[in-house]
Nanobody
Framework: VQLQASGGGLVQPGGSLRLSCAAS????????MGWFRQAPGKGREFVAS????????RYADSVKGRFTISRDNAKNTVYLQMNSLKPEDTAVYYC??????????????????WGQGTLVTVSS
């Protein structure tokens, strides 16, 4: 499955952005999906994941209450709504597919297919 992330950009602190991840090549309806991010000079970290049905979502503590992951299986697309953005949210955001499970997991190792990333910059 090929994944294409989009929606990144420059936003002021306190602002909002919605990232999209469009999948092609096969349906993602049986896969859990996730978002990860990598800030400059740091490792790639878990942000959020969602189960295949969309019924279960998991979040990193740093984004809980501010970010919402969702999916539209009919459109083969996953979203990340980001509100109340902070400068420390600045990073390249990657979407990923867990090709072996429909359960929402947090481990980077669980995700076998990755998109190319979209840059989010939070700055005044």
């Amino acid at each position: 499955v090929q994944l294409q992330a989009s929606g990144g950009g420059l936003v002021q602190p306190g602002g909002s952005l919605r990232l999209s991840c469009a999948a092609s090549g096969r349906t993602i309806s049986t896969y859990a999906m996730g978002w990860f991010r990598q800030a400059p000079g740091k490792g790639r970290e878990f942000v959020a994941s969602i189960s295949d049905s969309g019924g279960t979502a998991r979040y990193a503590d740093s984004v809980k209450g501010r970010f919402t992951i969702s999916r539209d299986n009919a459109k083969n697309t996953v979203y990340l709504q980001m509100n109340s953005l902070k400068p420390e949210d600045t990073a390249v955001y990657y979407c990923a597919a867990d090709l072996f499970s429909g359960d929402a997991r947090k481990s980077r190792a669980a995700f076998a297919s990755w998109g190319q990333g979209t840059l989010v910059t939070v700055s005044s």
